[in-house]
């Protein structure tokens, strides 16, 4: 990744935050981690240029992710309040983002709007959707693309955006075991080492939180667990009435289908959640000899190679088998 960066385009980017004064920053639905991480890096950057900054996101901050965000200046975008806002702003990042439908309600004013839009991500795409963009599949997280631009630019890293930028790199790594870490991702760990974040902090205030509700819920799906192509495919799923017992939110099934990738023999793991009467959300994770975000843009969606998902415009007993026929072509080729 080092000698793939743009140079010539993080110089840009400097110059427009240094000719400018009005900044939204913003990133797709169900927040994680790496996106989070990443609007805070930029905001603390943008506040020690005594710079204005809004941060509009479609969902609130999840509770495990709120130690990014002491001071509460992330708002659930909502278009009557924050119309005068977006009418006077010059910049707007737009962050972890692939595509304008993750935007929801703020594509709208971005497409039409003058406002400049920087897009930095790593999810691979065809049309970039920003006026400047650094998009790179082959680094672990925005948050290693942001640490990269920071450091081109001499930015001084402090504390908080240093947690806040090991946040996005371990969360998108799984914890430094996916396939998409490399050496540039633990090289980058280590001077956020040494500017003081500590890993076990980190990792217990995001990791350590869950809610009873929740692990009740993961052991009933891995009690489920259903079987295909020899033991290679597992699958389980997930209805709303089943979240509504277990009393949590969608945004708490983050991690629930790398787990079952955990089975021997096992190379693609993949959750089906159900979203109202005809939609259905489908998730794959694969080990990492098989891809499967072709069959994710088959259906409708995409991501990375062995992490992707889709929503399917079909209840849930439908797209079941309609995506499963799918993944078994996917082996048969293989
Ligand atoms: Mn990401």
């Known amino acids: 990744m080092t000698n793939r960066f743009p140079l010539k385009v993080a110089e840009k980017i400097g110059q427009l935050i240094q000719t400018h004064q009005r900044f939204i920053l913003t990133t797709h ?8 991480g990443s ?24 509770q495990n992710y709120c130690f990014l965000d002491p001071q509460k200046v992330i708002q659930v975008f909502d278009p009557c309040k924050h119309e005068a806002i977006l009418r006077q702003a010059e910049v707007c990042f737009v962050l972890d983002i692939a595509d304008w439908q993750r935007l929801h309600k703020l594509a709208k004013w971005l497409h039409n709007d003058s406002i400049v839009k920087v897009c930095i991500d790593h999810h ?20 290693e693309i942001l640490y990269r631009l920071f450091k081109q630019l001499k930015v ?48 217990q205030k995001i990791y350590e939180q869950d809610s009873p509700g929740k692990i009740w819920l993961l052991g009933q799906v891995l009690s489920n667990l259903q079987f295909e192509c020899d033991g290679r495919i597992v699958w389980f799923k997930i209805t709303e009435a089943m979240l509504r017992q277990a009393g949590i939110s969608r945004q708490e099934l983050e ?30 994770r694969s080990k990492g000899t098989i891809p499967i975000n072709d069959v994710a843009r088959e259906l409708g969606g995409g991501g990375h190679p062995f992490a ?18 799918k993944l078994r072509s996917v082996f048969s080729l293989s």
């Not at 890096?41 to 996101?57: D, E, G, M, P, T």
Request: aromatic share 8%; with cysteine; charged share 15%.
């Open 39 to 62: 609007e805070m890096a930029v905001y603390w950057h943008l506040k020690s240029l005594k710079k204005q900054v809004w941060i509009f996101n479609q969902n609130a901050v999840s």
């Open 124 to 143: 691979p795409i065809e049309n970039q959707l920003g006026d400047i963009n650094i998009i790179l599949p082959e680094a672990s997280s925005t948050g």
């Open 308 to 325: 992707a998902g889709a929503v399917v415009g079909m209840p849930m007993d439908k797209a079941i088998p309609s995506t499963l026929q």
């Open 29 to 36: 639905i169900n927040p994680d981690g790496d996106a989070l």
């Open 255 to 284: 991690e629930f289908t790398d787990f079952p990738r955990r089975i021997k023999g096992v190379e693609i793991s993949v959750l089906f959640l159900e979203q109202g009467t005809d939609h259905t959300k489908v998730s794959f």
């Open 156 to 203: 001084p890293i402090t504390i908080q955006m240093a947690q806040a930028f090991y946040t996005a790199i371990m969360t998108d790594t799984g914890c430094f075991r996916f396939s998409n870490t490399s050496a540039a991702t633990h090289r980058m760990a280590a001077e956020l080492l040494e500017l003081g974040v500590v890993p076990s902090a980190i990792y």
